[in-house]
């Protein structure tokens, strides 16, 4: 099958319709699909190769939306790839040098794909997310609000929403299916989930890459408020940062010339499309609220601004 035509979008209607240029699904010829996730659709191409697009479609509260963010599946490819080429020196990655002619022969299908494909080693992913914080905020000030810590990990009182934290925090999470909410644990449990020295190899990691990145956006006006990571071993048990790493998608990315501690700062992320959610009736389960189109072009422009602060492209 072709890829799915996306519906034509038309101002005002509030029917699920999308601009032309989104890409919210794939059906690639000749590619067999092993995943359609909240965002990316996952091709085999042999047993030690995937193709992954990154699609337009966003996912909030754990929820895929029925509107795509035009461009948005872009944008997350070329950041993430800008960040694994930038951190390749601390972890390798799933990134491979087949290049995508090889694998999407047909020219109109690379067309349509644009720039949100990657072809990728196979990898095994470990079962968790490996969440770094530097900021209070989300559920994380919610936490501390209730606690005074943040997933267990005590921290001074009296810091308010959107304060950085003494030191970025590691906060895993199990990852769920698609319509179910991730689930925080603590690190106890990651040990018994990936064995100790596993486990401390993921969060070593995980707090570097964030530390080292947060510092490189900073200089370029972004903060990272906090991140997930997702990493899988290969065949000889070698630790690799898979899936994305640092986009708009999976943190929270906020203008460092706006943040004042206290409120919930402006966002160049999906957080933007939160903040509007949590003003309707929703209670965060299937199916998604429609977006109006101000909000879908608002966040498509956050997703751009955010990919020129950080890569200067």
Same mark, same amino acid.
């Given at each position: 099958?072709?890829?799915?035509? &996306?519906?034509?979008?038309?101002?005002?209607?509030?029917?699920?319709?999308?601009?032309?240029?989104?890409?919210?699904?794939?059906?690639?010829?000749?590619?067999?699909?092993?995943?359609?996730?909240?965002?990316?659709?996952?091709?085999?191409?042999?047993?030690?190769?995937?193709?992954?697009?990154?699609?337009?479609?966003?996912?909030?509260?754990?929820?895929?939306?029925?509107?795509?963010?035009?461009?948005?599946?872009?944008?997350?490819?070329?950041?993430?790839?800008?960040?694994?080429?930038?951190?390749?020196?601390?972890?390798?990655?799933?990134?491979?040098?087949?290049?995508?002619?090889?694998?999407?022969?047909? &020219?109109?299908?690379?067309?349509?794909?644009?720039?949100?494909?990657?072809?990728?080693?196979?990898?095994?992913?470990?079962?968790?997310?490996?969440?770094?914080?530097?900021?209070?905020?989300?559920?994380?000030?919610?936490?501390?609000?209730?606690?005074?810590?943040?997933?267990?990990?005590?921290?001074?009182?009296?810091?308010?929403?959107?304060?950085?934290?003494?030191?970025?925090?590691?906060?895993?999470?199990?990852?769920?299916?698609?319509?179910?909410?991730?689930?925080?644990?603590?690190?106890?449990? %990651?040990?018994?989930?990936?064995?100790?020295?596993?486990?401390?190899?993921?969060?070593?990691?995980?707090?570097?890459?964030?530390?080292?990145?947060?510092?490189?956006?900073?200089?370029?006006?972004?903060?990272?408020?906090?991140?997930?990571?997702?990493?899988?071993?290969?065949?000889?048990?070698?630790?690799?940062?898979?899936?994305?790493?640092?986009?708009?998608?999976?943190?929270?990315?906020?203008?460092?010339?706006?943040?004042?501690?206290?409120?919930?700062?402006?966002?160049?992320?999906?957080?933007?499309?939160?903040?509007?959610?949590?003003?309707?009736?929703?209670?965060?389960?299937?199916?998604?609220?429609?977006?109006?189109?101000?909000?879908?072009?608002?966040?498509?422009?956050?997703?751009?601004?955010?990919? %020129?602060?950080?890569?200067?492209?």
């Amino acid at each position: 099958m072709p890829l799915s035509r &996306p519906r034509r979008y038309t101002p005002g209607l509030s029917t699920g319709a999308w601009p032309m240029n989104a890409l919210h699904q794939t059906d690639l010829k000749g590619l067999k699909l092993i995943n359609r996730g909240k965002v990316r659709d996952i091709y085999e191409i042999d047993d030690r190769r995937m193709l992954i697009v990154t699609t337009d479609r966003l996912s909030a509260f754990d929820v895929v939306l029925p509107q795509p963010i035009p461009g948005k599946g872009e944008v997350l490819t070329r950041v993430a790839d800008f960040w694994f080429q930038r951190t390749a020196g601390i972890i390798p990655n799933h990134l491979s040098d087949t290049p995508l002619a090889e694998v999407v022969t047909d &020219p109109n299908e690379r067309a349509r794909l644009g720039d949100r494909a990657i072809v990728v080693r196979r990898m095994k992913p470990l079962p968790v997310e490996a969440i770094v914080r530097g900021y209070l905020i989300g559920s994380g000030w919610k936490d501390y609000q209730a606690t005074g810590a943040v997933c267990g990990i005590p921290l001074p009182t009296g810091l308010r929403m959107a304060d950085r934290l003494p030191e970025p925090i590691y906060t895993p999470s199990t990852k769920a299916d698609i319509g179910l909410h991730d689930e925080n644990i603590d690190f106890a449990r %990651t040990e018994q989930l990936l064995g100790p020295e596993l486990a401390a190899q993921v969060r070593d990691a995980s707090l570097r890459i964030y530390t080292e990145c947060a510092a490189y956006a900073l200089e370029r006006g972004i903060i990272i408020a906090d991140t997930k990571f997702e990493f899988g071993l290969d065949d000889d048990g070698r630790l690799h940062l898979i899936d994305e790493v640092l986009t708009p998608d999976s943190s929270r990315f906020w203008p460092a010339d706006q943040y004042q501690p206290g409120s919930s700062p402006p966002s160049y992320d999906k957080q933007f499309v939160r903040d509007y959610l949590e003003t309707l009736d929703w209670d965060k389960t299937p199916p998604g609220p429609e977006l109006p189109d101000d909000i879908i072009r608002r966040t498509a422009e956050k997703y751009r601004e955010a990919e %020129t602060r950080l890569t200067g492209k």
